[in-house]
């Protein structure tokens, strides 16, 4: 069985950690650089850090977020937000970044996740699927982009499937629907990426209790479990949580 692993998530906006509901209504949770050490010292495996107003604010992923926080840290750092060209990932990996997310300019241009996926090998790029209901869909799911301010026309599954043929080594689905909700993943969203690629899920977007966390991998067919508020308001411990799993039969690094 495949290890399973936790993922905290540092949703960033004017240098501070916020966290909202569907995507809005964002409100303070933190220093980020506080946050990841915590996080990192509590046996987080890994972290996101997603600059979440740098597409919509048409600018760059904030580099001195990328450093600051990488510093503290040893556990692998994924980046998104604003990552548009070749040149902006290696910037990024280079101020301490051990991936980048891409979502709107991958959507935009899917030859960017192929070109990325060359220079800098695949493990290192994950594309975050933004998705909300839509039963005009033949999966059901919307593909949205900019910050989830833009619906695109598309699938989301299918668009996983290309993202996949396109050389993505890891997946970032998010239902918008259930965001910040903390009443659970989306399951049937996470399943239906899962069931139609062979790459690693992270599984995004609602966790609230501890069984949510064990069915977005039973159920969803997860392997990365992200979350944010539930950790950052400290609802959860990331030891508590992993006991959890093991106790369920899931292997965790504890």
């Given at each position: 069985m495949e290890t399973i692993r936790i993922m905290p998530c540092l949703d960033m906006k004017e240098g501070m950690v916020v966290k909202g509901v569907h995507f809005?209504?964002?409100?303070?949770?933190?220093?980020?650089?506080?946050?990841?050490?915590?996080?990192?010292?509590e046996g987080a495996d890994e972290l996101a850090m997603l600059d979440i107003a740098a597409t919509l604010e048409n600018r760059k992923t904030r580099?001195?977020?990328v450093r600051k926080v990488s510093a503290v840290i040893k556990i692998p750092l994924t980046v998104g937000g604003g990552i548009s060209t070749l040149e902006d990932i290696e910037l990024v990996l280079t101020a301490g970044a051990a991936k980048v997310s891409m979502n709107?300019?991958?959507v935009k241009t899917p030859d960017l996740i192929r070109e990325a996926a060359k220079s800098f090998g695949k493990a290192r790029i994950?594309?975050?699927?933004?998705?909300?209901?839509?039963?005009?869909?033949?999966?059901?799911?919307?593909?949205?982009?900019?910050?989830?301010?833009?619906?695109?026309?598309?699938?989301?599954?299918?668009?996983?499937?290309?993202?996949?043929?396109?050389?993505?080594?890891?997946?970032?689905?998010?239902?918008?629907?259930?965001?910040g909700t903390q009443a659970g993943y989306d399951l049937e969203f996470t399943r239906a990426i899962s069931?139609?690629?062979?790459?690693?899920?992270?599984?995004?977007?609602?966790?609230?209790?501890?069984?949510?966390?064990?069915?977005?991998?039973?159920?969803?067919?997860?392997?990365?479990?992200l979350a944010a508020s539930v950790f950052h308001y400290r609802l959860i411990g990331i030891r508590e949580l992993k006991s959890y799993?093991?106790?369920k039969g899931l292997t965790v690094n504890l």
């Open positions: 809005v209504d964002l409100k303070d949770a933190g220093d980020p650089v506080v946050n990841a050490a915590f996080y990192e010292k580099l001195e977020w709107s300019a991958a994950t594309v975050a699927i933004d998705a909300k209901r839509n039963s005009s869909m033949p999966s059901g799911f919307e593909l949205v982009v900019s910050g989830g301010t833009k619906a695109v026309g598309r699938d989301a599954v299918e668009w996983a499937k290309r993202c996949e043929e396109l050389g993505a080594g890891v997946l970032l689905p998010t239902s918008m629907d259930g965001d069931d139609a690629v062979s790459l690693p899920v992270v599984a995004s977007g609602g966790a609230g209790k501890l069984e949510h966390f064990y069915d977005a991998v039973a159920k969803g067919g997860a392997d990365v479990l799993l093991k106790e």
